[in-house]
């Protein structure tokens, strides 16, 4: 298997997602008494009765031979912000700064998966046009904790009720099939806001698969530790890609690797 998806219980997304799948079969594995269900030939999913950004260290529950595989752990999500956005997102795990307010640890960043987020990147930015919804990154900000590469992919809904169905129906067939570019240059994007809309237009555009995302914002309390951890887990990265030269400047990236710039990857 290549990806487990986690649907979490108490999320509106990933239960929505689940009951647009409909019945799977199961694989014959369990995890905390749970059947492990096969998805497709490249995917399972994985039921989960806690909240995914407090589900600490999931990956090392899954069975040794799923595990060893090293699978790519991807968690559907409603996405929460402050000003109700409705959007699709994908993100990395992990928080670069002194602070953990929604799960992992202060300054500690999760392996990811630069390849799978540029496809599903993507895919649900070909899907949403007739939606009328944004389609974006985000800049990495929470967890759970994890050894195994991961990512988040999220629909806000705003003040709605619950996420629109034809969004729902997007991201659940966008799960079945995750099919990254192999021209792909994964690389660590530095600068920017939180939704990185420099790297997402870049990223859709050319080729270029962003791991994790320092917003402009973390910069201000970003150690070195955090920010060659940072770039050691996007893939590992090719480079890093900055969104304005103003960002190089940043003590705590000196040395961390060779600048990219905008056109140097093909387009898609």
Request: net charge neutral; proline share 10%; hydrophobic share 45%.
């Amino acid at each position: 298997m290549t990806f487990v998806i986690v649907v979490s219980a108490p999320d509106p997304v990933a239960s929505a997602v689940r009951d647009c799948w409909g019945p799977l079969p199961a694989s014959g594995d369990h995890v905390d008494g749970a059947a492990i269900r096969r998805l497709s030939a490249s995917a399972v999913v994985l039921p989960r009765a806690a909240l995914h950004i407090h589900d600490e260290r999931v990956d090392l529950r899954l069975p040794p031979s799923l595990r060893n595989a090293r699978p790519t752990l991807v968690f559907p999500s409603i996405h929460r912000s402050a000003q109700n956005i409705a959007c699709l997102t994908v993100h990395p795990l992990g928080n670069v700064g002194p602070r953990a307010e929604a799960g992992g640890s202060p300054r500690t960043v999760c392996p990811t998966d630069p390849g799978a987020m540029a496809a599903l990147l993507s895919r649900l930015k070909e899907g949403a046009v007739p939606l009328g919804l944004p389609v974006t990154y985000e800049a990495t900000h929470h967890g759970p904790a994890l050894e195994l590469p991961s990512l988040f992919v999220e629909i806000g809904f705003g003040t709605a009720a619950g996420p629109p169905p034809e969004a729902v129906r997007l991201l659940s067939e966008a799960l079945r099939e995750i099919v990254p570019d192999a021209r792909d240059r994964p690389v660590l994007g530095v600068g920017g806001g939180h939704y990185a809309p420099h790297f997402t237009e870049l990223a859709l555009r050319r080729c270029w698969a962003f791991g994790h995302l320092i917003s402009r914002h973390a910069l201000e309390t970003l150690d070195a530790t955090t920010a060659r951890a940072a770039y050691e887990a996007s893939g590992p990265a090719d480079g890093v890609l900055f969104a304005r030269a103003q960002d190089a400047s940043t003590a705590a990236l000196a040395g961390l690797g060779e600048r990219r710039r905008d056109g140097e990857a093909p387009v898609r």
